[in-house]
């Protein structure tokens, strides 16, 4: 062998190996994604350096795109408004799998164990569940409704205890509950009829315990305790604003697990400019804050001290912070227009807000208010931490 | 005897048709292809397919009046989550994104 040859191979070697040893080993714990939602693409972000790893793109139409995770936070599941099912990898970077599962999608859950990924389909109406692992189908559910006849669109899907998932039949006024604990592949459905017109959105509390669903079409929400499903839906608030005017709804409100703190929930008033304040104990709500305009997400921080909440058009400019002892406003920001989503950092030192006009994200001090820096990000919406692959609901 | 019967309800028909709509400048046309993308966008899905909206694509619209569509538009639909659009939305604009619904919206 030439001088030459052992030269080559020897570099040849050094480039095989090189790329082990450039390549830091790092945790997940503080990484996220952020929803470039006109691209069809994510951002790749570290939420303790404050900056963008990577873009990643080819995943479809990602306008309303939300994510899970997985349980050990290496891989996000991103759902995308064209029925796409996408697990990205957060540490390289790239799409281990996807897949079009249906015509229309807005949202998903993970199992309890994390071994299933449910996917909440508006066309053509129903839940599918898909192999964590594979993205292969598990099971299919279509929302089809004896009362109306038809398969309704999905809202509202969250994940609880005993791997089950609980979702609301928006056309139908229904919500359904699948239990995969016993046989993943033919889930055990309970159905739960008329539980109030147009069930828009859904939480359950962080304790997976309350499944609540707030109704477009009607006052009052919808609320099912999973420790006892058996005792069936209970309609609650059904005296809340009655009588009044409601205000147009430009963009329908969000429901979030995080707007939960000790014994309260609180729920952006629909059609109304402010946020309602309920008691899980009795149901009973306690309280009515008068904001900038219609809520879309009311969000506590992990605290539980303040909510943080962003409105639809036209007051989309804008962030009001509610301290929620004294049950009052006590800072307004304008991070300028088209703020569509915010995220706290796990233990809630601070709130990232996507603005999607300016391009940007902004990340501030949930204490002191200060502006801590930006990112441009192409028209961002929903922002997701890798943290929220350990919590119920998210 | 009128010799052009036809030619009357041609007539009258283009006249019932968002004539203003070709007279909206440039920049304000972008401002709503942007404002329909993006606000109508939140329910009917950013290309339009739809979503808790209905699917706004010129297919899916295709029998429907223009009258229809414009009243929709500006005074929203009782019963369902569409709110009215006329304190933002002049009716030339509303026209004009009707017209450019039906023929297939812009980018």
């Known amino acids: ?16 190996v090189f790329p082990t040893f450039a390549q830091e080993l790092r945790g997940t714990g503080d990484l996220g994604l952020i929803v470039e939602r006109a691209k069809g693409s994510i951002q790749l972000i570290d939420t303790t350096k404050h900056t963008l790893l990577q873009r990643v793109e080819g995943l479809g139409d990602t306008s309303h795109a939300s994510a899970v995770f997985s349980r050990d936070t290496r891989y ?13 990898d957060l540490l390289t970077g790239k799409i281990v799998k996807r897949v079009l ?5 807005i949202g998903g859950a993970i199992s309890q164990d994390g071994r299933f990924i449910a996917a909440a389909n508006y066309v053509p109406g129903g839940v599918k569940i898909f192999d964590s692992e594979t993205l292969e189908q598990v099971a299919d559910i279509p929302a089809y409704s004896d009362a109306t006849q038809a398969l309704s669109r ?14 609301s039949l928006f056309d139908a006024g229904e ?18 009829k008329n ?16 499944y609540v669903a707030g109704l477009y079409g009607e006052d009052g929400m919808a609320v099912l305790d999973l420790w006892h499903p058996e005792k069936g839906v209970r309609r609650v608030l059904r005296e809340y604003g009655r009588g009044e005017q409601k205000l147009p709804v430009y963009k329908m409100p969000h429901l979030e697990t995080w707007a939960a703190s000790g014994n309260l929930v609180f729920i952006p008033g629909v059609g109304r400019h402010e946020v309602v304040l309920v008691d899980i104990s009795t149901w009973q709500l306690v309280g009515r804050i008068p904001v900038a305009g219609q809520p879309v997400f009311v969000m506590s921080d992990p605290t539980g001290r303040r909510l943080w909440v962003n409105f639809a058009f036209p007051d989309y400019d804008t962030v009001q912070v509610i301290d929620v002892e004294s049950r009052s406003i006590i800072h307004t920001l304008k991070p300028g227009k088209a703020v569509l989503h915010m995220e706290f950092t796990p233990r809630g030192e601070q709130v990232w807000i996507s603005v999607r006009d300016a391009n940007r994200v902004d990340i501030y001090d949930t204490t002191t208010f200060k502006k801590l820096g930006e990112l441009p990000v192409d028209a961002p919406s929903g922002i997701f931490f890798s943290a929220r692959a350990n919590r119920f609901g998210l | 005897m009128k010799p ?10 283009g006249c019932a048709l968002p004539v203003q709509a070709e007279n909206l400048p440039v920049a304000r046309q972008q401002e709503l292809t942007r404002f329909v993308r993006q606000e109508c966008g939140f329910c009917h899905g950013l290309r339009l397919t739809g979503g808790l909206g209905s699917s706004l694509t010129a297919e899916a619209l295709k029998d429907k009046p223009a009258e229809t569509l414009i009243a929709t538009i500006r005074y929203g639909r009782t019963g369902t989550a569409m709110p009215g659009w006329a304190p933002y939305l002049s009716e030339a604009d509303t026209e004009w994104i009707v017209d450019a619904l039906l023929k297939g919206f812009p980018e």
């Open chain 1, 1 to 16: 062998m030439t001088s030459r040859k052992v030269l080559l191979i020897f570099l040849a070697c050094v480039v095989l």
């Open chain 1, 76 to 88: 996000a599941y991103v759902f995308g408004r064209d029925g796409g099912l996408t697990k990205v």
């Open chain 1, 101 to 105: 599962q249906s015509g229309n999608s």
């Open chain 1, 154 to 167: 999905v809202v509202g899907l969250e994940d609880s205890f005993g791997n089950r998932f609980a979702f």
């Open chain 1, 175 to 192: 919500i359904w509950l699948a239990d995969l604990s016993e046989d993943p592949r033919h889930p055990k459905l309970t159905q739960y």
């Open chain 1, 195 to 210: 539980i109030g017109n147009q069930p828009y959105d859904a939480l359950v509390t962080p304790d997976g315990r309350w």
């Open chain 2, 4 to 13: 052009y019967p036809w030619l009357t309800t041609l007539l009258l028909l």
